[in-house]
């Protein structure tokens, strides 16, 4: 069932298209990415379902309900962490859950927000001296104190280092675990790739693709490929014999033998057969990366 619909979405800045025809749907229960570059429209698609801007063309659905019209009840229903959240330095953490706990009818225990995000020790803490990660939990624990059914957040772990974003991760999967709908904008690859169930890539404003993270990838090229150092000469045809195998090739003295399907077993249980061990062995295949690029025309970094 779908809990939020985006129909022939048209967004302009003056004479600037930001939007231009995007369309999508996102299911009830599932971890919806929205994957671009910087500029691609990405903030624009999730304020136009926030109800923050107003669409020149298309609509949009909202748990049956549209963001312009309904905007006291979607507040209800849908909890947002922006790409850029500020609250008032001398803010507490405390102080700003209780103040958001009060903007709801049916809200969460704020209490057992912070401990769910580890904010418990930071309660008598000012906004302006948590760290980056503390303030990102915040903003998270700010977007489902009033127990939404979707909430969107908008470049959560930019800023990060590597292992805050991966606890940030963790996070966000016990949320969806708990039963709410997330879209996630992001423009970080494996981000994307580790937690969304679906992919919308969008690109000067329009929809690319829409797929699974591993449906991208297949799009493009599905194949895989392993690379070894035989310990002993091997006859190629006991490679290219293999069902899974579309081809075998010498690179110096590695083999590289490319197929599709269960690639890694078929070759291991040859080479075994064979007596043959398999130094140095590395298993390719094409990435989210390379799949966005195939799509696009560049890289997501551009």
């Given at each position: 069932?779908?809990?939020?619909?985006?129909?022939?979405?048209?967004?302009?800045?003056?004479?600037?298209?930001?939007?231009?025809?995007?369309?999508?749907?996102?299911?009830?229960?599932?971890?919806?990415?929205?994957?671009?570059?910087?500029?691609?429209?990405?903030?624009?698609?999730?304020?136009?379902?926030?109800?923050?801007?107003?669409?020149?063309?298309?609509?949009?659905?909202?748990?049956?309900?549209?963001?312009?019209?309904?905007?006291?009840?979607?507040?209800?229903?849908?909890?947002?962490?922006?790409?850029?959240?500020?609250?008032?330095?001398?803010?507490?953490?405390?102080?700003?859950?209780?103040?958001?706990?009060?903007?709801?009818?049916?809200?969460?225990?704020?209490?057992?927000?912070?401990?769910?995000?580890?904010?418990?020790?930071?309660?008598?803490?000012?906004?302006?001296?948590?760290?980056?990660?503390?303030?990102?939990?915040?903003?998270?624990?700010?977007?489902?104190?009033?127990?939404?059914?979707?909430?969107?957040?908008?470049?959560?772990?930019?800023?990060?280092?590597?292992?805050?974003?991966?606890?940030?991760?963790?996070?966000?999967?016990?949320?969806?675990?708990?039963?709410?709908?997330?879209?996630?904008?992001?423009?970080?690859?494996?981000?994307?790739?580790?937690?969304?169930?679906?992919?919308?890539?969008?690109?000067?404003?329009?929809?690319?693709?829409?797929?699974?993270?591993?449906?991208?990838?297949?799009?493009?090229?599905?194949?895989?490929?392993?690379?070894?150092?035989?310990?002993?000469?091997?006859?190629?045809?006991?490679?290219?014999?293999?069902?899974?195998?579309?081809?075998?090739?010498?690179?110096?003295?590695?083999?590289?033998?490319?197929?599709?399907?269960?690639?890694?077993?078929?070759?291991?249980?040859?080479?075994?057969?064979?007596?043959?061990v398999a130094a140095g062995l590395r298993v390719e295949q094409t990435s989210l990366d390379d799949a966005f690029v195939a799509l696009t025309g560049?890289?997501l970094d551009t």
């Amino acid at each position: 069932m779908a809990i939020i619909e985006v129909d022939d979405l048209v967004k302009r800045y003056g004479d600037h298209t930001a939007l231009s025809g995007v369309s999508f749907a996102v299911e009830e229960g599932e971890i919806f990415g929205i994957l671009g570059p910087n500029g691609a429209g990405k903030t624009t698609t999730v304020e136009c379902v926030e109800g923050l801007r107003t669409p020149d063309g298309g609509a949009v659905r909202v748990c049956g309900i549209d963001p312009q019209r309904d905007t006291g009840e979607l507040r209800h229903l849908l909890g947002a962490q922006l790409q850029e959240s500020e609250l008032p330095d001398r803010l507490t953490v405390r102080e700003a859950m209780e103040l958001y706990s009060s903007f709801y009818r049916d809200r969460a225990d704020w209490r057992e927000l912070v401990d769910r995000l580890n904010l418990t020790g930071t309660l008598g803490t000012q906004f302006r001296r948590l760290s980056g990660g503390q303030q990102q939990r915040l903003s998270i624990a700010l977007a489902l104190i009033g127990n939404p059914r979707v909430a969107v957040l908008d470049e959560l772990t930019t800023g990060l280092d590597p292992q805050a974003r991966r606890d940030t991760w963790d996070l966000i999967e016990g949320i969806r675990d708990r039963g709410v709908t997330i879209v996630l904008v992001t423009h970080f690859m494996e981000e994307a790739e580790r937690l969304c169930d679906r992919l919308a890539v969008i690109d000067s404003g329009r929809l690319v693709a829409l797929d699974s993270p591993a449906g991208l990838v297949a799009r493009v090229d599905d194949r895989q490929r392993v690379r070894f150092r035989p310990s002993a000469p091997l006859d190629h045809a006991v490679l290219t014999a293999l069902p899974e195998v579309t081809s075998v090739e010498r690179a110096g003295s590695q083999l590289v033998v490319t197929g599709t399907g269960d690639l890694l077993l078929a070759v291991t249980t040859v080479l075994a057969r064979h007596q043959v061990v398999a130094a140095g062995l590395r298993v390719e295949q094409t990435s989210l990366d390379d799949a966005f690029v195939a799509l696009t025309g560049r890289p997501l970094d551009t």
